[in-house]
């Protein structure tokens, strides 16, 4: 499904944040990718979800070269994505059913179904009885937890999360790892960028390990 052939990604003024990863993720699998802070997680995460773009190298998710694809495109490929930032981009002038539903909006659901399936997703990280709260009065785990329902609500195959446990304690951290296991149960291929040892203990993911850059070390978990 998601395939990293001697990828490289430069930035602007010379840093390389990649350096000859290449990788390969099957559909259906769980994948921690660990590593020090700035050792490139999150760009592996955004060159899958085509945010960037490879300098050198391939990345080809389900059968598309994102360093090929045309802009136009590009909103297509991201329909198979569900993305969680590490500071939630939450809309704070919206409730919280509205900010489920602003992804079903943009893709063009109906009305009734949109409110269904917003309704389905708040249920399934437990925030149905806060549909009409305001972000702003929610804890750092409900929002972390809003933000998984918005990832998930359009039902996507692959899932992305950076850093998703990286402000909450560790309570909410376990809620929040049960939340990717129940996801990656059905079906969904879950990617996760994080420093959290405890995560990656707690979910028992294939592990990746990146340093400055460089593919270091991809150690299956042993449900894998």
């Known amino acids: 499904m998601i395939s990293f052939s001697q990828v490289h990604k430069r930035y602007p003024g010379g840093f390389e944040a990649l350096r000859n990863v290449s990788l390969g993720i099957a559909d259906g699998e769980m994948v921690v990718v660990t590593g020090h802070s700035g050792a490139g997680k999150t760009t592996l995460l955004k060159l899958m979800a085509a945010i960037e773009r490879p300098s050198s190298g391939s990345v080809v998710v ?12 590009i909103p297509f490929l991201r329909r198979n994505f569900g993305l969680i930032f590490q500071d939630h981009k939450l809309l ?12 079903l909006n943009i893709i063009g659901y109906r009305r009734g179904e949109a409110a269904r399936r917003v309704r389905a997703a708040l249920d399934k990280v437990g925030l149905l009885p806060k549909e009409k709260a305001y972000p702003i009065t929610l804890s750092g785990g409900e929002q972390q937890r809003l933000a998984s329902a918005r990832a998930i609500v359009h039902r996507p195959s692959i899932l992305l999360a950076d850093e998703p446990t990286g402000n909450l304690d560790a309570a909410y951290a376990g809620e929040i790892a049960e939340l990717f296991r129940s996801f990656n149960q059905v079906g969904v291929t879950v990617v996760i960028a994080t420093h959290d040892e405890q ?10 390990a990146l340093k400055s850059g460089e593919l270091i070390e991809a150690v299956p978990g042993a449900g894998a």
């Open 92 to 103: 704070f002038d919206r409730t919280v059913l509205e900010n489920v539903l602003l992804p």
């Open 62 to 73: 389900n059968g598309q070269n994102i360093g090929a694809l045309r802009p136009r495109a």
């Open 199 to 208: 995560l990656a203990t707690r979910l028992n993911p294939r592990l990746v």
